[in-house]
């Protein structure tokens, strides 16, 4: 735990302001041996997923091993971001005891927040249309981030990130946390290995989105900073169930909103189409081509795609299958095939997943816990489970995914270009016009 000097008790001596001084440089400059050297962290978004994403890190962050505190939160609604607060606070003053933490310091504009030099890292768990955005800024802030997935909403932010990330040498964890999940590194050490013989298709399972969502314009609450929330995307009236629910933490209705979220094809389909990759070789996103078709109901407010089905394939011939089901990943080769979703694994073959991995084959990185890696990484420099890249790559399927059901024909996709291949219209969906000031850099 750091120990907090005041201004007034640091004046009284020279020994005493030698010893406050290392305790307002960031722990990065001071090195993972240097006395009190907590991570200093913020969290950006504190709604559903955030508020999960925070409780993670306060947690994990009391390891003395990892030694990390969070010191700030930042939400668009101030009802949310005090909530977040208090639930600090409380949580360190039970672990820690009263007094012996930093009060938490709340912010409504994230830009705030990263222009402070003492923060090391941040947390960023707001809609989708916001992740490249906060995530570019706080690259290039110096700050390491834990993005939730999927990590941007358009293929070329996710390239703009990417870039941010490597240039400004920051640690990013993508939120993709089956890759610390033991079943799924499993079944993509069992099939880059060869148990399954050469692989010949993967078939990606996602749930369906459902429900209809009210276009009635209603009051913008006080407590909402709305037009920032709007950031890039176009104006549009404000109704709850284009925002989140001003009480409570369920669902919120911009999940089911084209303009902010694509739809489960990247809310679940960052999971498994990582898991897809993974399996398959975590290398560029060879892609191929894809083609797809899905429904959109009428549901008022909500319009993103409901059940799909899609085909595609890679570069090797290995094809991809994906529909709307029960969540899962299958692999397919020709002595076989593997299950495996969230808490199970199955083989056709049961001895399969009795087979240990050798020395001298391809064992994947293994993280037992995301966030905890996220918080060890920052420590070591070291890439964490699910850098940048991964999430970047599984993105791109999403999203070509995406292209293909709204455009109803085959795309193909040039994987080094990171563009489709003689499809004009296609590929100016590989972006949106951002509106003003809130364009990629």
Same mark, same amino acid.
């Given at each position: 735990?750091?120990?907090?000097?005041?201004?007034?008790?640091? $004046?009284?001596?020279?020994?005493?302001?030698?010893?406050?001084?290392?305790?307002?440089?960031?722990?990065?400059?001071?090195?993972?041996?240097?006395?009190?050297?907590?991570?200093? $962290?913020?969290?950006?978004?504190?709604?559903?997923?955030?508020?999960?994403?925070?409780?993670?890190? $306060?947690?994990?962050?009391?390891?003395?091993?990892?030694?990390?505190?969070?010191?700030?939160?930042?939400?668009?609604?101030?009802?949310?971001?005090?909530?977040?607060?208090?639930?600090?606070?409380?949580?360190?003053?039970?672990?820690?005891?009263?007094?012996?933490?930093?009060?938490?310091?709340?912010?409504?504009?994230?830009?705030?927040?990263?222009?402070?030099?003492?923060?090391?890292?941040?947390?960023?768990?707001?809609?989708?249309?916001?992740?490249?955005?906060?995530?570019?800024?706080?690259?290039?802030?110096?700050?390491?981030?834990?993005?939730?997935?999927?990590?941007?909403?358009?293929?070329?932010?996710?390239?703009?990130?990417?870039?941010?990330?490597?240039?400004?040498?920051?640690?990013?964890?993508?939120?993709?946390?089956?890759?610390?999940?033991?079943?799924?590194?499993?079944?993509?050490?069992?099939?880059?290995?060869?148990?399954?013989?050469?692989?010949?298709?993967?078939?990606?399972?996602?749930?369906?989105?459902?429900?209809?969502?009210?276009?009635?314009?209603?009051?913008?609450?006080?407590?909402?900073?709305?037009?920032?929330?709007?950031?890039?995307?176009?104006?549009?009236?404000?109704?709850?169930?284009?925002?989140?629910?001003?009480?409570?933490?369920?669902?919120?209705?911009?999940?089911?909103?084209?303009?902010?979220?694509?739809?489960?094809?990247?809310?679940?389909?960052?999971?498994?189409?990582?898991?897809?990759?993974?399996?398959?070789?975590?290398?560029?996103?060879?892609?191929?081509?894809?083609?797809?078709?899905?429904?959109?109901?009428?549901?008022? $407010?909500?319009?993103?795609?409901?059940?799909?089905?899609?085909?595609?394939?890679?570069?090797?011939?290995?094809?991809?299958?994906?529909?709307?089901?029960?969540?899962?990943?299958?692999?397919?080769?020709?002595?076989?095939?593997?299950?495996?979703?969230?808490?199970?694994?199955?083989?056709?073959?049961?001895?399969?997943?009795?087979?240990?991995?050798?020395?001298?084959?391809?064992?994947?990185?293994?993280?037992?816990?995301?966030?905890?890696?996220?918080?060890?990484?920052?420590?070591?420099?070291?890439?964490?489970?699910?850098?940048?890249?991964?999430?970047?790559?599984?993105?791109?399927?999403?999203?070509?995914?995406?292209?293909?059901?709204?455009?109803?024909?085959?795309?193909?996709?040039?994987?080094?270009?990171?563009?489709?291949?003689?499809?004009?219209?296609?590929?100016?969906?590989?972006?949106?016009?951002?509106?003003?000031?809130?364009?990629?850099?």
């Amino acid at each position: 735990m750091t120990t907090r000097i005041t201004r007034r008790t640091a $004046l009284k001596s020279a020994a005493a302001a030698a010893i406050a001084a290392p305790l307002i440089v960031r722990s990065s400059v001071l090195g993972a041996d240097a006395p009190s050297n907590t991570l200093r $962290l913020a969290s950006i978004g504190t709604g559903r997923m955030g508020h999960g994403d925070m409780q993670q890190a $306060l947690h994990q962050g009391l390891s003395p091993k990892l030694n990390a505190r969070i010191v700030a939160v930042c939400d668009l609604d101030s009802i949310r971001a005090e909530h977040a607060k208090e639930v600090c606070e409380k949580a360190y003053a039970s672990k820690l005891g009263e007094g012996k933490f930093e009060p938490i310091k709340t912010y409504g504009d994230y830009r705030e927040l990263l222009a402070r030099k003492d923060i090391d890292g941040v947390t960023i768990s707001t809609s989708e249309h916001w992740h490249a955005l906060i995530a570019i800024a706080a690259a290039k802030a110096g700050k390491d981030s834990y993005v939730q997935k999927p990590l941007t909403y358009s293929i070329n932010e996710g390239k703009a990130l990417v870039k941010a990330v490597r240039d400004n040498k920051r640690i990013l964890q993508t939120g993709s946390q089956q890759r610390s999940e033991v079943y799924f590194r499993m079944a993509c050490e069992l099939v880059r290995n060869g148990r399954l013989g050469k692989l010949q298709e993967i078939e990606v399972v996602l749930p369906t989105d459902s429900g209809t969502g009210k276009k009635d314009p209603m009051p913008v609450p006080k407590n909402l900073n709305y037009e920032m929330w709007l950031g890039p995307t176009s104006d549009a009236p404000y109704t709850e169930h284009r925002v989140h629910p001003q009480k409570g933490y369920s669902r919120p209705g911009w999940l089911q909103i084209e303009q902010y979220c694509l739809g489960m094809i990247t809310g679940w389909g960052a999971h498994m189409y990582d898991i897809c990759q993974w399996g398959h070789g975590d290398g560029a996103c060879e892609l191929a081509e894809m083609q797809a078709k899905a429904e959109f109901p009428d549901r008022g $407010l909500f319009n993103v795609h409901t059940k799909f089905e899609a085909e595609g394939c890679y570069a090797d011939g290995v094809r991809i299958k994906a529909h709307s089901g029960a969540a899962g990943v299958r692999f397919t080769g020709e002595k076989g095939w593997i299950w495996v979703q969230r808490g199970a694994i199955k083989a056709e073959n049961p001895a399969v997943l009795k087979e240990k991995i050798k020395d001298d084959e391809i064992k994947l990185y293994v993280s037992t816990n995301h966030m905890a890696n996220f918080l060890e990484c920052m420590r070591t420099r070291k890439d964490p489970a699910a850098p940048v890249e991964a999430g970047h790559r599984a993105n791109t399927l999403c999203c070509i995914t995406h292209i293909a059901m709204k455009l109803g024909r085959k795309l193909k996709w040039d994987p080094a270009k990171e563009q489709f291949i003689g499809d004009d219209e296609a590929n100016k969906r590989l972006d949106y016009e951002h509106r003003d000031p809130w364009k990629i850099a």
